[in-house]
């Protein structure tokens, strides 16, 4: 079905009509849809009357004073019938209640296996997710020390929970991850040599430059 155009005659009349009219009779006088008059409406910044809107029912008007302003809830309600109404604690809905996870349940995040141990919503994220391969070798070796951390051994990542064992496993230090870690470690010996040597002869010239100065 073709679109009915706005021709300046028909929006003459919708300015005419919309004040004081229902979008549903002007629809209907019209013989357009709903939204055809709601869109036009705004692209024309046309409003509704104070008077309109004031004859809609369920609107407040200036002034209006509600029965129960200043008065306690037990006063108007009755508790019982109000804790039916309140959200309780633990109480999933909508969005939130689709997208839980119970304990127990695993996820791959930031390329890791990783399993949920609680629902405490005090702890942050990355508490309530633990990485299964620390789990694996704190199982095996307790609590893993300050200072360091629990990692693959080269070529042996995976997040297959049944490839995830102790053997696969290594705990290292904070600063030996840092040094793995670092770009150069994964370049040919004779270039990162030369990346190491051009940084500290960039080093002596800054180093020089600024004495000069």
Aim: with cysteine; glycine share 6%.
């Amino acid at each position: 079905m073709t679109a009915k155009k706005w021709t300046p005659a028909c929006e003459a009349t919708l300015r005419a009509l919309y004040p004081d009219t229902s979008n549903p009779e002007i629809a209907r006088r019209m013989g357009r849809t709903e939204a055809s008059i709601a869109n036009r409406s705004v692209k024309l910044g046309l409003r509704k009357s104070e008077a309109f809107m004031a004859s809609k029912p369920g609107v407040f008007k200036p002034g209006h004073r509600t029965w129960n302003r200043g008065k306690a809830m037990s006063e108007w309600m009755d508790p019982e019938a109000a804790k039916a109404t309140q959200f309780h604690k633990g109480t999933l809905n909508g969005r939130a209640a689709r997208l839980y996870r119970r304990v127990g349940s695993y996820r791959i995040a930031d390329g890791q296996l990783q399993v949920k141990v609680t629902d405490d919503d005090s702890l942050r994220g990355n508490r309530r997710w633990q990485p299964v391969h620390r789990r694996v070798w704190e199982a095996a070796n307790g609590p893993v020390p300050p200072g360091h951390l629990v990692v693959f051994k080269r070529g042996q990542h995976t997040v297959a929970l049944e490839e995830i064992t102790l053997d696969r496993l290594e705990c290292i230090t904070r600063a030996e991850n840092m040094r793995r870690n670092s770009f150069w470690e994964n370049l040919p010996p004779e270039v990162a040599q030369l990346v190491q040597l051009r940084g500290a002869l960039n080093r002596k010239i800054n180093n020089r430059e600024r004495s000069e100065k």
